[in-house]
């Protein structure tokens, strides 16, 4: 697999303080931003309580 055929998953795991308008906003912000500016294809976020995974896959396209 040469280096533009790449994909590149990213996985991580926070807790959540509150999850209010802020949050929500910021968390909104920063998955437009995953899509427009890092080449993005999918993003699955998941919360229960005040756990929240989130999966995002990422192919590489020179950035």
């Known amino acids: 697999m040469s280096r533009q ?3 590149y998953v990213v996985i991580f795991k926070a807790r ?3 999850l209010d ?3 929500s906003t910021t968390a909104q912000r920063m998955r437009e931003k995953a899509f427009s500016d890092y080449g993005c294809v999918d993003f699955v976020a998941v919360s229960e309580g005040d756990q929240e995974i989130a999966h995002i ?3 590489y396209r020179g950035k």
């Open 57 to 59: 896959d990422r192919s």
């Open 5 to 7: 055929d790449a994909r």
């Open 16 to 18: 959540i303080n509150a």
């Open 21 to 23: 308008a802020e949050y």
